[in-house]
């Protein structure tokens, strides 16, 4: 049974810093494009941050553009854990964050929610001014 879980969601300041955690079990953590995604009331779930260990063995990142610059996605295959560092928030990040794994068969399905089959509950992230 697969299971994504996330942590590391709260309340912080315009400009702070969060990381939040999503850890997987139940895949095989390297077959697997990890994704971030979130939702914040009243909108669609987007795309955040995605990335996929390469046959060269690099790791291919993703990031939408108002994300770019100041969100890190990263992973820890030991502890089949992902990662997403965000720094200088901003209050239109505030949503519910949601991590996600899938198959993507070439580099424009990273950007879908579709394409990801398995999907953690979510953490509120929430962003004051």
């Known amino acids: 049974q697969v299971q994504l879980v996330e942590s590391g969601g709260g309340l912080v300041q315009a400009g702070g810093s969060l990381k939040l955690s999503c850890a997987a079990s139940g895949l095989t953590f390297s077959s697997y494009a990890m994704g971030w995604f979130r939702q914040a009331p009243g909108e669609e779930r987007g795309f955040v941050a995605a990335?996929?260990?390469?046959?060269?063995?690099?790791?291919?990142?993703y990031y939408a553009p108002s994300v770019k610059g100041r969100f890190t996605i990263s992973r820890d295959s030991a502890k089949n854990t992902v990662y997403l560092q965000m720094n200088s928030l901003k209050p239109e990040d505030t949503a519910v964050y949601y991590c996600?794994?899938?198959?993507?068969?070439?580099?424009?399905?990273?950007?879908?929610?579709?394409?990801?089959?398995?999907w953690g509950q979510g953490t509120q992230v929430t962003v004051s001014s």
């Open positions: 990335l996929q260990l390469s046959g060269g063995g690099t790791t291919d990142t």
């Open positions: 996600a794994a899938g198959v993507a068969y070439s580099k424009t399905y990273y950007y879908h929610a579709g394409t990801y089959n398995y």
